[in-house]
């Protein structure tokens, strides 16, 4: 890994400026566009990547489980990748992936696919995306309660539940997305609009977690 990812100096925040972006499909396309192999190395797409770019990771990460049939046993990878660039975000620290994830490689032509199937959803978001409100986004502790809320969408969408479940990736992958558009364009709209769709993926999972809990207990009762 480059110098600036595994150092321990603190990260510096280069996105309170706020300067013009490129639009996000096209952010993303480049992301996954270097190299020709016919895989992408986790760790290479982390390596030398700036505060924004952490961002546009978790939305990487996100857009293969917002689709009805996303990429298969590739949830929990990600959603662990999620975990620790937000865990380390909190505490200002240059995201850096254990070694069992920065290794891992992941198939580039479906994300590929996923990026061209998904572009014309990011344009109409990115249309309703604009800086507004958003100076209490760079508090520190905003910054802090935000990063919170990335990692604990990142271990729902980590947990191996099973396919019966509907919405079980797709609810915390838009969670994920639509925080970390907020927070890359300072929009403190729309971040409101990401913390309730959090609030209702958790809501939504423990209620059907009680239910599948509830059923099994019935089920080994009879069975008595």
Not at 12 to 37: F, I
Not at 44 to 51: K, R, S
Request: glycine share 8%; with cysteine.
């Amino acid at each position: 890994m480059k110098k600036g990812v595994t150092s321990g100096k603190r990260l510096n925040h280069p996105m309170s400026k706020n300067p013009k972006h490129q639009p996000l499909s096209k952010a993303l396309s480049e992301m996954v566009a270097h190299g020709d192999s016919e895989t992408i190395r986790i760790g290479e797409l982390v390596d030398g990547t700036e505060e924004r770019g952490f961002y546009l990771l978790m939305i990487l990460f996100s857009l293969p489980f917002v689709l009805p049939i996303p990429l298969p046993a590739l949830s929990n990878v990600f959603g662990v990748a999620v975990m620790v660039i937000s865990f380390r975000l909190a505490w200002r620290l240059p995201p850096r992936l254990p070694s069992f994830l920065a290794k891992r490689e992941i198939p580039r032509e479906p994300i590929e696919a996923f990026l061209r199937k998904t572009g014309s959803s990011l344009q109409i978001i990115e249309k309703l995306v604009k800086p507004r409100v958003g100076n209490w986004m760079m508090w520190p502790p905003a910054r802090f309660a935000n990063a919170m809320v990335l990692a604990l969408m990142g271990f729902l969408l980590a947990i191996p539940l099973p396919p019966v479940l509907p919405f079980s990736h797709s609810l915390p992958c838009w969670s994920i997305i639509i925080i970390a558009l907020a927070i890359m364009e300072r929009d403190g709209v729309l971040i409101w609009i990401g913390y309730l769709l959090g609030l209702g993926t958790c809501a939504y999972m423990v209620f059907f977690t009680s239910l599948v809990a509830i059923g099994i207990h019935r089920l080994f009762g009879t069975l008595r």
